[in-house]
């Protein structure tokens, strides 16, 4: 059964800081990665997805890369800014679930931009 | 375009009674929807799948008979919490997925907080 790790659990850098966040997972026939956002009691914002045969996107001050045979990816975020401040959730399309499609997430990197 | 909405966005219950929680897709239609709950500081968890027109299929360890899913339209899916307990106080989000886009690009509602007294 896959599994998504994400590390650290929590982050905290001043503002302008760049910064890198990990995601790892168990299993790597993957058909795709995902970075997404969560403020505070909202839903999720998608960031970055990253095809198995890529190695890696950019978004303006985002980056990210997959290494799908080491089983990894990481977000790099440049300048750092308070409004990058929410959690942070790397999620896997994870073949093993069939016609179901399904999404395996990680637990997330609370990230805060001190100002 | 790809809008998917939950209502309510919060819903205070009391012990015993049941909650209906609506997804919708407001902008296209979603042959598969997914349901997942949230405990605070913790991920996502899958509950089940939903496909228009079928049963759902449920993660183990979800009971079907408390958690009840109907997916009757191509814009639609309602997730009804049965006999509510303090346990199942939870975020809960939806998902869809959009015909023209990826096998795994899912398109995720706003959630809905649930509170049982």
């Known amino acids: 059964k896959q599994e998504v790790t994400q590390i650290p659990a929590a982050l905290s850098v001043p503002e302008g800081e760049n910064l890198v966040l990990n995601c790892s997972f168990t299993?790597?026939?993957?058909?795709?990665l995902q970075w997404f956002r969560q403020d505070p009691g909202k839903g999720l914002t998608s960031l970055l997805l990253?095809?198995?045969?890529?190695r890696e996107q950019t978004s303006g001050r985002l980056n990210a890369s997959l290494d799908k045979s080491s089983g990894r990816s990481t977000l790099y975020i440049a300048a750092s800014q308070p409004g990058d401040s929410a959690t942070y959730l790397c999620?896997?399309?994870?073949?093993?679930?069939?016609?179901?499609?399904?999404?395996?997430f990680g637990s997330g990197t609370q990230l805060t931009v001190l100002p | 375009g790809a809008v998917v909405s939950q209502h309510p966005s919060r819903v205070i219950c009391k012990s015993g009674t049941s909650v209906k929680i609506e997804c919708r897709s407001l902008?296209?239609?979603?042959?598969?929807m997914f349901w997942y709950r949230q405990f605070p500081k913790q991920s996502l968890m899958l509950m089940a799948t939903?496909?228009?027109?079928?049963?759902?299929?449920?993660e183990q360890g979800v009971e079907k008979d408390k958690f009840l899913i109907n997916h009757a339209s191509l814009t639609l899916s309602t997730l009804t919490v049965t006999s509510a307990h303090p346990e199942d106080s939870s975020f809960y989000i939806c998902?869809?997925?959009?015909?023209?886009?990826?096998?795994?690009?899912?398109?995720f509602g706003p959630g809905t907080r649930l509170t049982v007294t």
């Open positions: 902008d296209f239609q979603a042959t598969t």
């Open positions: 999620a896997v399309g994870d073949i093993s679930s069939g016609s179901a499609r399904q999404l395996t």
């Open positions: 939903s496909n228009e027109g079928s049963k759902a299929t449920y």
């Open positions: 299993d790597s026939a993957i058909y795709n």
């Open positions: 990253i095809q198995s045969s890529q």
């Open positions: 998902s869809a997925n959009h015909p023209r886009a990826g096998p795994y690009e899912q398109y």
